[in-house]
């Protein structure tokens, strides 16, 4: 039961997933007006704002002017729907499962944000933070790290705590540092600042450890797709402009809520 209402609620915020990724980086209100197409901007009715069974209905066309929708609207729906159920297959009805489920939200509205408009909004970026740190409390998380450093008489949501807030500070310190080097070498922004608020983001739901890791993973994948992108679209390497946020924000949904689920299989938590 959990399973299902989880995938249920899945598919409505993905819904308003997608009109996040499409109104927050060109600063529109994501409340008002209510759904419109991009192309002739006519309000969709209700009846054709179903996710995915509208997209399906419609043959993947606006009704009024026959555009094309964008594949990025049933993929998203689809895609939230599956990591929400994962979170609710591997943790129950627990507060570990809203954490899974928020967390995965604004991965999912950060990776395709980036993929289109290579912004990464502060909505979700900084929001996303503020969650993190208040999960941390709320449901504690492997605190090794900060274990190590801090007196042992701590409770394990302050150490929870300090273990989020030690891989914002890390992971992003790292980062920026990354950017202004390169910066400072090339004389040119070679990494947004909206990355370091996304990792930061990153740090606080999953700890120093589980920051690294993604971030490690989000740079190779970048790296490597990138280097094809390159190739195959015969750009120039020095002035392409990739969507890092994209490729890091899809390690971070890996490593922090597909992995973690999948590793459970058969023995799900139902």
């Not at 598919?11 to 997933?17: A, D, K, P, V, W």
């Not at 069974?53 to 990025?72: D, E, M, N, Q, T």
């Not at 967390?103 to 509205?109: E, N, Q, T, Y």
């Amino acid at each position: 039961m959990a399973i299902m209402l989880a995938a249920l609620l899945g598919l409505l915020i993905g819904s308003f997933l997608n009109v996040c990724i499409y109104r927050l980086p060109r600063g529109l209100s994501v409340v008002r007006p209510r759904s419109f197409c991009p192309s002739c901007e006519t309000t969709i009715r209700w009846y054709d704002n179903i996710p995915v069974v509208s997209y399906v209905w419609l043959g993947g066309r606006c009704r009024y002017c026959h555009a094309g929708i964008p594949w990025r609207y049933p993929a998203v729906e689809l895609l939230t729907t599956a990591s929400f159920a994962l979170a609710a297959w591997r943790y129950g009805a627990s507060v570990a499962t809203v954490k899974g489920c928020v967390f995965s939200a604004l991965l999912i509205g950060l990776v395709f944000s980036d993929l289109e408009q290579l912004i990464l909004p502060d909505e979700l970026t900084l929001g996303g933070l503020l969650a993190g740190l208040a999960f941390a409390l709320a449901d504690p998380m492997d605190s090794f790290f900060a274990r190590a450093l801090l007196p042992a008489q701590w409770g394990a949501r302050l150490f929870s705590l300090a273990e989020a807030l030690l891989a914002v500070v890390v992971t992003a310190g790292s980062l920026w540092l990354v950017g202004e080097l390169y910066y400072r070498v090339r004389k040119r922004e070679g990494l947004g600042f909206g990355d370091v608020k996304m990792v930061a983001m990153i740090g606080s739901f999953l700890g120093l450890q589980g920051a690294l890791t993604a971030l490690v993973f989000g740079s190779v994948l970048g790296s490597v797709v990138g280097l094809l992108l390159v190739v195959l679209k015969r750009k120039d390497a020095a002035t392409y402009e990739l969507p890092f946020g994209s490729f890091l924000g899809f390690a971070a949904l890996i490593t922090g809520v597909w992995a973690p689920a999948l590793a459970s299989w058969p023995r799900g938590s139902m």
